[in-house]
């Protein structure tokens, strides 16, 4: 039987099977008069009843075979950039190792862009606070035309819903290629990295992906919430810049970090995030506050210079919440997407099937318990948030 992605209802059942561990036979699955070729690289147009035309493009692996489904990572590019990046160089190269399509869509407005809670409009989740970035200052103003901006803090477009869109993608990709729809990930730079993390935050989305993999991105501030799966089983990878100053991870003194390039939009704290999401997933973070440096090394595909880590120990078999740091600013070298794809395949579709190395570490932070905890009591009471993204710097994701 072909478990089919024509209707987006049909992968959230296949996410309940999965959830329940109850079999899925995806050997079984048959496709016919999809695209056929290997290392074949199309475009996409995605039309929808009043809704903007949305493309994307399609980037098969060198091992495709269109009668056998597939695992596909959505690649959601940074502000101002586009889909067609991760068609060539090393993002290519690393999804053909790892036997990925890749489905890149474009984003909307006058800088391609993807919107996420908070990014057009600057408002925190009680729906009235200005809380994505210092709203005293008067610029930068980043505020696209599509929208109508009451604050100087919104900087993605009011084009379409990009959730949406998401869910219509991924039902639109059974018209042309052979999909595993319990392999369906997603992975983003930057804005797409803030993106990513939405999308798994969010439930309809969420029962769409088997994992998440930001890469520089992270949501804004007052928008540390956990994973949108039923079941709290979708892991996440987190790949970030300890000198970057554009979406900067934090070292956990604050729930919510600040840029330091001046312009003052606010993001969750990566640890923070990270810990959500692990005690989410019934991690045993008994011990630890939410800033605190996590416990375990995670070793995965990775340059020397990146040191992952986690509170949750793969040995007793939950997915994973990993925080990774890499010796770089705001930049993504295409190692990222291998680092990412490998913690994928280690999950295969949610499921741990082989455990990573890993290695003890101090469980604190040599700073007094009482400073931490009356300074975490403190700062969550505190709405703040947002930052932009240099254009500039995605000429980098066409660096290998």
């Known amino acids: 039987m072909r478990i089919t992605l024509g209707n987006h209802f049909a992968a959230m059942a296949l996410n309940t099977l999965l959830l329940m561990d109850l079999p899925v036979d995806v050997a079984s699955q048959t496709c016919s008069g999809l695209l056929d070729s290997h290392r074949s690289s199309q475009v996409k147009t995605l039309s929808r009843d009043g809704r903007p035309d949305r493309s994307y493009r399609i980037q098969t692996h060198a091992t495709y075979d269109a009668s056998k489904p597939s695992k596909v990572v959505l690649m959601f590019h940074g502000w101002g950039g586009s889909g067609g990046s991760y068609a060539r160089g090393g993002w290519a190269r690393f999804a053909d190792e790892h036997n990925y399509i890749i489905v ?11 919107t996420f809670p908070g990014s057009s409009d600057g408002i925190g989740q009680d729906g009235t606070s200005v809380t994505t970035c210092d709203n005293t200052k008067t610029d930068p103003n980043y505020c696209d035309p599509s929208c109508d901006c009451t604050n100087r803090c919104g900087w993605t477009h009011c084009l379409d819903d990009d959730f ?23 992975v983003g730079i930057s804005n797409g990295g803030m993106f990513a993390w939405s999308l ?12 998440i993999g930001p890469i520089i991105g992270l949501p804004h501030h007052d928008y540390n919430i956990g994973s949108g799966s039923s079941g709290s089983d979708l892991p996440v990878i987190g790949v970030y810049g300890s000198s970057d100053c554009i979406v900067p991870p934090g070292d956990g003194l604050e729930p919510y970090v600040e840029t330091c390039d001046g312009e003052a939009y606010r993001y969750v704290d990566a640890r923070f995030i990270h810990y959500t999401w ?28 990146v040191q992952c880590r986690t509170h949750c120990d793969p040995m007793a078999g939950q997915p994973m919440s990993v925080d990774c740091r890499a010796d ?3 930049s993504s070298p295409t ?4 680092v990412v794809l490998t913690f994928f395949d280690e999950h295969a579709g949610g499921v741990l099937t082989d455990a990573p190395t ?24 505190v709405h703040g948030h947002g930052r932009m993204v240099a254009a500039s710097f995605f000429l980098a994701q066409l660096a290998g």
Not at 168 to 185: E, K
């Open 104 to 114: 890149a869509p474009d984003g909307l407005g006058s800088t391609k862009s993807w």
């Open 164 to 186: 949406e869109f998401v869910v219509d993608l991924i039902s639109d990709l059974d018209n042309h290629i052979c999909v595993d729809a319990s392999s369906v990930y997603a």
């Open 200 to 211: 798994g935050q969010n439930s309809t989305t969420a029962a769409l992906l088997a994992g």
């Open 278 to 305: 692990a005690d989410n997933y019934g991690c045993d973070v008994s011990g630890f506050f939410p800033g605190d440096e996590a416990p375990h090394i995670y070793d995965s595909s990775r340059p020397s210079d």
């Open 328 to 330: 770089m600013g705001h």
């Open 335 to 338: 190692w990222t997407l291998d």
């Open 358 to 381: 890993m290695s003890p570490a101090p469980s604190f932070h040599q700073i007094a318990h009482s400073t931490r905890e009356s300074l975490y009591v403190r700062e969550m009471s």
